[in-house]
């Protein structure tokens, strides 16, 4: 088995899943892709561009709790084989003897439980049927596109001001940064900057550790986040870094 991120949570890189694709056809390998933050954004005419060779993978792992906007816990699997979910978690008992359907027969539904570790399962499939149905997957393309755009507003701003060392490029909808400082900025300055901004409570920015330095991560995927509330976190981030705060 071969996996690629498609969107890493750091920093929301992207494999180059065109060259992972080759490798594992020479190799028979089953390539499955971590999608879960980043797949969502296929959903552009952009998309082919900012995560090439998706559709190459045997499996995709997706998340419409996040780049969907909808409640946790709807989490989804995409196999382009059902037949080898239906070989590995299949599973027969006297006691289903009633409810068991023949899966050949084209006029039988499919049963998840034939296809998850779970046998009594909820029906999450209608937190996702219903809110496409409702809005159409236009809305949900417009705010992908507004938040990928406010992304890279926020971080050219953010890269244009003296105080500031941008750490990584905006990738699909994350960027990472950290105070920049004559004395390398230590992790402990960056911790308290971080806590300044996130003080504020109307942002709440994390953090991470890229190549074992602190680096202040900037993730804009909430349905509820427009150009005016990134332009006060980015108002909040210039004013805390340029702060007399900052010790010496
Ligand atoms: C969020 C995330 C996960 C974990 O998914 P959960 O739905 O939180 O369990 C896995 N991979 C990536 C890249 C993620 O962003």
Redesign the pocket.
Known sequence: MLVV?????NTGAVDPIPQAATVAREQGLWLHA?????GFFRLLEEGKSLIPGLELCDSV?L?P??GLFLP??T?CLLVRDGAALYRTYRSSADYLQDVSADAADPANPVDFADLSPELSREFRGLRLWLPLQLHGLAAFRTQLREKLELTRAAWQELAADPNLEMVTRPQLTVFTFRLRRSDGGGEALNREFLQRVNASGRVFLSSTLLGGRFAIRMCILSFRTHGPRVQEAVNIIRRAAAAGWVKS
């Open positions: 991120n498609a969107g890493t949570t971590d999608a879960a933050y980043g792992t998340d709790h996040k946790y816990g989490g």
